[in-house]
């Protein structure tokens, strides 16, 4: 098999939207998670510290992800490298890592947005049992 040099670079806009998005996430939760400790402060009850423990799992996915994006990019750039110096086998086993890399973050990305929909469930339920009340 012959990998051109222009097969890893397709991977780099792809890469770089992915993380831009796991960085709007992070950022997004990071701001949740503050204002929550603010509000647990105020009111200690049990929901919100709950929900501050479902935030942190999501941040410890969101720096996986991140990472193993920044990994699949890394692979990437090193699979370019390694074909410019004319090792075509070991280029193939380097962007190999950098796909699996990839699919990894993405993998870790579906659960991290598992996660977010079940407690976006939770809060639902709640807002529909008291509608149905009513």
Avoid: C
């Amino acid at each position: 098999m012959n990998l051109r040099i222009e097969t890893p670079a397709l991977l780099f806009s792809a890469t770089s939207l992915i993380l831009l998005a796991y960085t709007n996430r992070f950022l997004t939760i990071a701001q949740i998670v503050r204002g929550l400790k603010k509000n647990y402060e105020d009111n200690q009850t049990k929901s919100i510290l709950l929900e501050i423990k479902n935030l942190n799992l999501r941040l410890s996915l969101i720096r996986y992800m991140q990472l193993f994006g920044v990994l699949s990019l890394f692979l990437s750039v090193f699979t370019m490298l390694v074909i410019y110096l004319n090792i075509s086998y070991l280029a193939i086993y380097i962007f190999g890592l950098s796909l699996l890399s990839l699919l990894i973050s993405l993998g870790i990305s579906f659960w991290e947005i598992s996660i977010s929909v079940n407690a976006l469930r939770v809060h639902l339920k709640d807002l529909i049992e008291e509608t149905n009340k009513k």
